[in-house]
């Protein structure tokens, strides 16, 4: 029998490639980036990143051998759970990679609007000096709920602290969570989502998270709030999120994911002069490969001594 395979879908570079061979000795690695010839499918094992196509032909081969895929962002509603729990594949995510660039990125965009860097940008681009258009406020003190106090909830809560921003978090079930004031739960949100002047979702997509930011919550909230999506689009009901913008319910919404990306030319979010708007950006960093494949050798190491993993598994029926 020939050697079950490593599938590599995401680009690495060479001298990563090698500590993952020397890692694996009794595995093929297969380099998709580089190398296109022909390879026996049903013989891939592990793959790292993720092939929809491949990856599907595989779920309904009876035939597979394919036993663990680590996917390379924290958010795992592209695939598909249900197949991956009839087979019994493991699948464990990049949670943690993106902590500290999108916390940063958070932050980011509050200094944008709270200090009227915005603004004064536009006014630069027209050569207008001017402060009448340009509002200011301060960042400190401000009541923070952070929805979602995995590590990326509490690396933010961390930056927060350090500015003078009091962070509250909310989670499945209100356990306390270091960083946070106080933590309650999602069932809870809408009590007191109203004491908040900024509401920051980093939450997955699951079946109770879809659309939960509605007309309904958003009335929950006090007028004026500011809102920041860093997690997953569809959490968010864009149609009533417009309207919330437009009738200063929301002051102002940072939107870095979307029901629908790219985000469609005549979407009204476009031009709405309360919104910012970057192109699923807020995870980014200059070091992800690196980050990415210290979770996958922890994993990879553990997973050829018992055929389990040791970070980031992902619980099948929550999604998370």
């Known amino acids: 029998m020939n050697k079950p395979i490593i599938y590599l879908q995401e680009h690495m570079k060479k001298e990563q490639i090698e500590i993952i061979k020397q890692t694996a000795s009794g595995y093929t690695v297969f380099d998709s980036t580089r190398d296109h010839s022909p390879i026996e499918k049903d013989a891939i094992e592990i793959m790292l990143g993720w092939d929809s196509t491949l990856g599907q032909q595989l779920l309904s081969s009876n035939t597979s051998r394919l036993k663990w895929v680590q996917s390379i962002s924290a958010g795992v509603d592209t695939f598909d759970l249900k197949g991956f729990a009839e087979k019994k594949i493991l699948l464990s995510n990049a949670s943690g990679i993106h902590s500290i660039s999108i916390s940063e990125h958070v932050l980011g965009v509050l200094f944008a609007e709270f200090r009227g860097i915005r603004t004064s940008i536009t006014n630069q681009t027209n050569k207008h000096w001017?402060?009448?258009?340009?509002?200011?406020?301060?960042?400190?003190?401000?009541?923070?709920?952070?929805?979602?106090?995995?590590?990326?909830?509490?690396?933010?809560?961390?930056?927060?602290?350090?500015?003078?921003?009091?962070?509250?978090?909310?989670?499945?079930?209100?356990?306390?969570?270091?960083?946070?004031?106080?933590?309650?739960?999602?069932?809870?949100?809408?009590?007191?989502?109203?004491?908040?002047?900024?509401v920051v979702n980093i939450l997955p997509l699951t079946d109770k998270t879809y659309h939960l930011y509605n007309t309904q919550m958003f009335l929950s909230m006090k007028p004026g709030t500011v809102f920041i999506n860093v997690g997953r689009g569809s959490s968010v009901n864009t149609e009533d999120l417009i309207g919330a913008l437009s009738n200063g319910q929301i002051s102002f919404a940072a939107l870095d994911v979307f029901e629908e990306e790219p985000l469609p030319d005549n979407s009204p979010l476009w031009t709405m002069d309360n919104v910012l708007i970057t192109p699923h950006i807020s995870g980014l960093t200059s070091d992800f490969k690196t980050k990415l494949l210290t979770i996958f050798l922890q994993n990879l190491q553990q997973f050829i001594k018992d055929s389990t993993l040791i970070k980031n598994e992902i619980t099948l029926k929550k999604g998370y």
């Open 130 to 198: 001017t402060r009448e258009n340009i509002s200011y406020q301060q960042l400190a003190t401000k009541k923070m709920l952070i929805v979602g106090t995995g590590q990326i909830g509490q690396q933010l809560a961390s930056f927060a602290h350090g500015l003078g921003i009091q962070a509250y978090g909310v989670n499945t079930s209100g356990h306390v969570t270091n960083g946070f004031i106080e933590c309650y739960s999602q069932q809870n949100m809408s009590r007191i989502v109203k004491e908040m002047d900024i």
